[in-house]
């Protein structure tokens, strides 16, 4: 199974590789969720949904479902 | 040509655009609908130099031109139609400057429909602590547009936005980017099949699902030699444009923002860390929640009893000033007491809304909806069902105005039919009499039965308006194409200014949205409890009068009148006490005397009209209604009093006293009237059975003709609140009946 934003740890940072265009609405994009950006995981709720996130400065607040969908590489941990 | 200049205003949510509309028009502001639908449409007249005037329209935050919401649709419907009325002169785009790339992407949309367009760059006060230069001039040349850059806080920079609006033939109209890159081929076709038309705005038409009134989406594309993609080729090519903008806005970026990012400070990070945290996060809602609960329950009782105070006096003074007939009655008794009924609401929505208010400008309303969507999404609501559920226990009336905040359609509407559930205090009165006439004293692990009692009420009235969410929301058909992405914006101090026009704006909203109709119900309702064709009604005086004369007065009336005279005498101290206030043993004979010629005329005046009340057109309701009461425990008395109380739930009290013919200040005397009274058998009418089937009955039944008011306000029909109306009765008549066969 693919690396995803869900599968992100609190103050994770990681840029976007794959994207599903099908499924996802272009919302996401156009708030700066796009390939090669930068995401960091702010916050997740209780019951893990839904989840914050700050991609290329957007605060953003998606849902798990849509955040499974999002493949991710990390990179080295929170300083 | 009108001498207006026609000005739309567009932008990001969360940019401030609310801010800038307010700078520019001040007051003069107009709130209505788009025809036929229920979104806002917010209109303002700002004054330019010169005699000038701008009209300026507030659209639909919005995040591009690609719609996901009813919200969105009427943006990008008005732009594309250039014969509509509204149609812009010019379009000012707010943008926020710490979020610039973002807001580009939907003004280079707007440029590209050659729309003239001016950009306004919004919270410059926030440059210096974010590290944040620009190149304005630079800007404005590689955009092809005029900037003004803008602080609504400091209130700098909104004059140059009012010269570059007056000077709007001044700016350019040419697009910034060729969107025919992103499929040569495709729009290659697009432009030999309609010369006449601007490629991107035929892109626009073709993927957006608006419904065009007047541009004819048909028509446009009646021409069937032009083939179309599919949806998902669509879709792929929007995502190229989308991606293809944001390399456009990249490059301009890059020459002309500059962040240094050790100037900038992190105290977003923290609060959020705090306010989003999963234990303090929701105590700290919690309390915020209690906050607004005591406000409204608590600190409007204040200038509510005042205003309940001052109709009250009004309507006497209407009364004893004008000569004595129907006018004056209706005046006095239906007007008077229709506008008192509106009014009487006005400190709760206040009072709500500037708390939304405050929690939507401060950035905190988001983290809401960050910790509730998990918790409502089961039963179709939203996370910002929350508050308005929560509110709902002092008034249902702000709070199905506070809906207004849920984008969703769907989840707003659910949320709107379910929030008159939730224990309003109106029905505190109904509930208090009744609990303490047949829930008997006795306790169970420290809790008297009557306080455990009022609490399932509540508790009962949370649980139905979740259940039936639950259940709307798998009979409701709407289909709904938000997703959920919920932008944080970044907190920021309210603008007081804005909290007040959104306090104005709300009540005014309700005043002469719901108003007319309360006032409308209200005169009815007074016109059917003030008149009858009967003779007995006609001549109600002369027969009660004779039969005082034949039978003397109601063993109610009698105990009504020694009571008062107990109490006078209790209260006077007489020759015991040799003091200043000995009252001579004459005076007090006389005076005692007085007093009882004036009670017996009032317990008279009470008789009468109670008898009046029986047999006006409501009396008659109410005894025809009978038959459809009786299941549920109840006699023609409480059919009226339930009639009555359509008005407002409270009003069932008062209702009873008159029927009663007790005096309507004294509480306790009402209850021991009801507890008097029996059914034809005998037997106590308020018992355990009929008591709580009328407290389950209230609890359920939509008896509030203001929320239904402001329901049809709300959702711009009669359709939902007929329907809430509905099955909210027949909720309420089906547990009540159920209650009552099980317990008698």
């Known amino acids: 199974m693919s690396f995803t934003i869900a599968h992100l740890k609190r103050g994770d940072k990681a840029i976007i590789r794959e994207f599903p265009i099908d499924t996802l609405p272009i919302k996401l994009l156009e708030l700066g969720c796009l390939p090669g950006n930068e995401v960091e995981l702010v916050q997740i709720a209780p019951l893990k949904d839904p989840i914050y996130i700050n991609v290329n400065g957007s605060h953003i607040a998606i849902r798990r479902a849509v955040a499974m969908q999002i493949e991710v590489e990390p990179i080295a941990a929170h300083e | 040509m009108s001498k207006h200049i026609k000005v739309a205003l567009i932008g990001n949510p969360n940019t401030g655009k609310t801010s800038v509309f307010n700078q520019l028009t001040g007051l003069k502001q107009k709130v209505g609908n788009y025809p036929g639908i229920t979104v806002e449409k917010k209109m303002g007249i700002c004054k330019l130099s010169r005699g000038v005037k701008a009209h300026i329209l507030d659209l639909p935050g919005t995040y591009s031109l690609n719609t996901t919401s009813l919200d969105e649709s009427v943006v990008v419907e008005l732009l594309l139609n250039r014969k509509a009325p509204d149609f812009p002169d010019v379009a000012v785009v707010v943008s926020d400057v710490e979020n610039l790339k973002r807001n580009l992407l939907l003004f280079t949309q707007i440029k590209d429909l050659r729309i003239p367009a001016i950009l306004v760059i919004n919270m410059a006060d926030r440059m210096d602590r974010k590290g944040i230069s620009l190149d304005i001039p630079k800007m404005e040349s590689l955009l092809n547009t005029r900037i003004a850059l803008v602080s609504t806080r400091k209130n700098t920079g909104i004059e140059e936005l009012k010269q570059l609006i007056e000077k709007y033939r001044e700016v350019p109209c040419g697009p910034t980017l060729d969107v025919c890159k992103i499929d040569p081929e495709y729009f290659g076709q697009l432009k030999n099949t309609f010369p006449e038309e601007d490629p991107y705005k035929l892109w626009v038409v073709i993927t957006q699902d608006v419904n065009f009134t007047l541009l004819e989406k048909n028509d446009l594309l009646r021409d069937r030699s032009f083939q179309t993609k599919s949806k998902t080729d669509l879709k792929k090519l929007q995502h190229r444009e989308t991606i293809l903008r944001y390399k456009h806005i990249n490059d301009i970026l890059k020459e002309t923002y500059k962040v240094d990012r050790e100037a900038a400070k992190g105290f977003r990070a923290s609060l959020d860390k705090i ?271 004779e039969r005082v004369a034949r039978e003397g007065l109601s063993p109610n009336s009698q105990a009504f009148i020694t009571n008062k005279l107990r109490e006078y005498r209790t209260s006077i101290p007489i020759g015991v006490t040799p003091s200043e206030n000995r009252i001579p043993v004459v005076a007090l004979q006389d005076s005692l005397e007085r007093l009882q010629a004036d009670l017996r005329t009032r317990v008279i005046n009470m008789e009468i009209a109670s008898y009046r009340l029986e047999h006006s057109l409501i009396g008659q309701m109410g005894k025809s209604f009978e038959p459809l009461v009786r299941p549920l425990g109840y006699d023609w008395k409480i059919g009226i009093a339930v009639l009555t109380s359509f008005a407002a739930r409270e009003v069932f009290v008062g209702t009873l006293a008159t029927i009663y013919s007790v005096g309507n200040d004294e509480e306790e005397t009402i209850k021991n009237r009801m507890a008097a009274e029996v059914r034809p058998d005998g037997k106590p009418l308020f018992n355990l059975a009929s008591g709580v089937s009328l407290l389950l009955f209230y609890a359920f039944a939509m008896q509030c003709m203001s929320t239904l008011a402001i329901v049809k306000r709300e959702t711009n029909s009669w359709k939902w609140p007929l329907l809430q109306l509905g099955f909210m009765t027949v909720i309420a008549y089906i547990t009540a009946l159920a209650a009552y066969q099980i317990l008698s």
Not at chain 2, 289 to 310: E, G, R
Not at chain 2, 442 to 468: D, H, N, P, V
Request: with cysteine; proline share 4%; glycine share 6%.
């Open chain 2, 275 to 545: 306010l989003t945290h999963k234990v303090f996060g929701y105590l700290i809602f919690f309390v915020i929640l209690l906050t607004i609960f005591q406000a409204i329950y608590d600190w409007s009782s204040v200038p509510m009893d005042f205003i309940d105070a001052q109709f009250a006096a009004a309507s006497e003074w209407i009364k004893e000033t004008l000569p004595p007939g129907v006018f004056t009655n209706l005046i006095a008794e239906g007007i008077i007491a229709g506008i008192g009924g509106i009014v009487i609401f006005i400190p709760q929505i206040a009072f709500l809304f500037f708390f939304i208010a405050l929690l939507e400008e401060s950035g905190y309303m988001s983290r809401v909806v960050f910790l509730m969507d998990r918790l409502m999404r089961p039963f179709g609501l939203s996370g910002k069902s929350v508050v308005p559920l929560i509110s709902g226990t002092a008034c249902a009336i702000p709070a199905v105005m506070a809906t207004r905040n849920i984008e969703n359609w769907k989840e707003r509407l659910i949320t709107i039919l379910v929030t008159p559930f939730t224990t309003c205090s109106a029905r505190l009165p109904v509930y208090l009499i009744i609990i303490a006439l047949v829930i008997p004293d006795g306790r169970l692990l420290g809790l008297s039965y009557q306080a455990l009692t009022l609490m399932m009420l509540y508790l009962l009235g949370f649980a139905m308006a979740i259940l039936a969410a639950t259940v709307l929301n798998k009979i409701l058909k709407i289909r709904t194409r938000t997703f959920f992405v919920v932008e944080m914006p970044n907190y920021k101090w309210p603008l007081w200014k804005n909290v007040f026009y959104t306090v104005v704006e709300k009540t005014k909203s309700f005043v002469y949205g719901a108003g007319k109709i309360i006032l409308a119900i209200s005169i009815v309702l007074w016109f059917l409890g003030s008149n009858g064709y009967t003779d007995q009604f006609k001549n109600a005086e002369q027969i009660v009068s």
